[in-house]
Every structure is written in structure tokens, then in C-alpha cells.
Nanobody, 123 residues
Framework: QVQLVESGGGLVRPGGSLRLTCTASGVTFENYAMSWYRQALGQERELVAG????????KYADSAKGRFTISRDDAKSTVTLQMNSLNPEDTAVYYCNAMGYEGAGDYRVKTYWGQGTQVTVSS
């Protein structure tokens, strides 16, 4: 059974920091690109940051550049989003996403989502 479990969300004041972690199980983690998305109330889900496997290239939404850092630890099957200089516009539910394949003859592309963690930035 595949599980992506997010942790680290919460309430933080403007200018503060949070560190989100997604722990994966049931997948061959090193074969998956990992991303963080967010969805604010009444808005569509949007990509925040992503990190590939192998060479681990990263990409960021313009709103995240310079403030957020995504990283992964394949040994622990985790992906982390370090968020600094948070502002109220960052308030949203943050979702972990995995996209990749299992290998060993199974090369179908699969996508999985976590259940999300709430981040609220407010004074």
C-alpha cells in the first residue's frame, strides 16, 4: 500500500519559517520525482516546488523562489520543503506528490498524493 504522509504544518507568524516533510512508503522512492503543491481556499491546486530523481534537478514556482527550498533523502524516502519568510499568501493546504515508476519490468507512470497538511500564516 502506497502512503505519502505530510507533517510539519501549523500556524506561523508572517516572516516565520516552517519545514514540511513528506514520508513515502510502498514505492521505490528513488524512481519518483517528488513535488509539493498547495491549494488555498477557493483556489486551484498549484505547484510550489519539485525535485527530480537521479540528478535531483529542482524547480520552483515564482512565488517560492528565494524563500523555499526542496530537498530529498532517498535513504529515508523523504522529501522536505523548507519555507522561510512566510507571508499570509502562503496560507494553504500543502500536498506531497510522487510521480514515477516502480521498475523491475513495471514502467507504467504512477502518481500519488498525500492527504495534505495545513499551513496558516497569520499574526
Amino acid at each position: 500500500q502506497v502512503q505519502l504522509v505530510e507533517s510539519g504544518g501549523g500556524l506561523v507568524r508572517p516572516g516565520g519559517s516552517l519545514r514540511l516533510t513528506c514520508t513515502a512508503s510502498g514505492v521505490t522512492f528513488e524512481n519518483y520525482a517528488m513535488s509539493w503543491y498547495r491549494q488555498a481556499l477557493g483556489q486551484e491546486r498549484e505547484l510550489v516546488a519539485g525535485i527530480g530523481n537521479i540528478d535531483q534537478p529542482t524547480k520552483y514556482a515564482d512565488s517560492a523562489k528565494g524563500r523555499f527550498t526542496i530537498s530529498r533523502d532517498d535513504a529515508k524516502s523523504t522529501v522536505t520543503l523548507q519555507m522561510n519568510s512566510l507571508n499570509p499568501e502562503d496560507t494553504a493546504v500543502y500536498y506531497c506528490n510522487a510521480m514515477g515508476y516502480e521498475g523491475a519490468g513495471d514502467y507504467r507512470v504512477k502518481t500519488y498524493w498525500g492527504q495534505g497538511t495545513q499551513v496558516t500564516v497569520s499574526s
